[in-house]
């Protein structure tokens, strides 16, 4: 399984972003997609989670500001980033679990006026 992740910049505190990760496989066949940041000096971790069924999770700093969502004609998962604040900046991944993790490569998204 190849992801493609795209979609990160420079936005100022209070703006937008999305995230896209393209999947090289139908992402009905996936278990769970999921995305994940890792700020400087901190581990990488979880944010959100999209189940092959359509059941979300958040973690509780981007609960209701953030939204993932899939399109499957286009096997892509989406990250709508709302509200963004400075503590938001990191480089965000993509994951995959199908059989094993799969990982896509990070991109950085920075908040910063």
């Known amino acids: 399984v190849q992801l493609q992740a795209s979609g990160g910049g420079l936005v100022q505190p209070g703006g937008s972003l999305r995230l896209s990760c393209a999947a090289s496989i139908s992402i009905w066949r996936i278990a769970l997609m999921d995305w994940y940041r890792e700020a400087p000096g901190k581990q990488r971790e979880l944010v959100t989670t999209i189940g092959s069924g359509g059941a979300t999770n958040y973690a509780g700093a981007v609960r209701g500001r953030f939204t993932i969502s899939r399109d499957t004609t286009e096997d892509t998962v989406y990250l709508q980033m709302n509200r963004l604040k400075s503590e938001d900046t990191a480089v965000y991944y993509c994951?995959?679990?199908?059989?094993?993790?799969?990982w896509g490569q990070g991109t950085q998204v920075t908040v910063s006026s």
């Open positions: 994951h995959a679990d199908y059989g094993r993790g799969y």
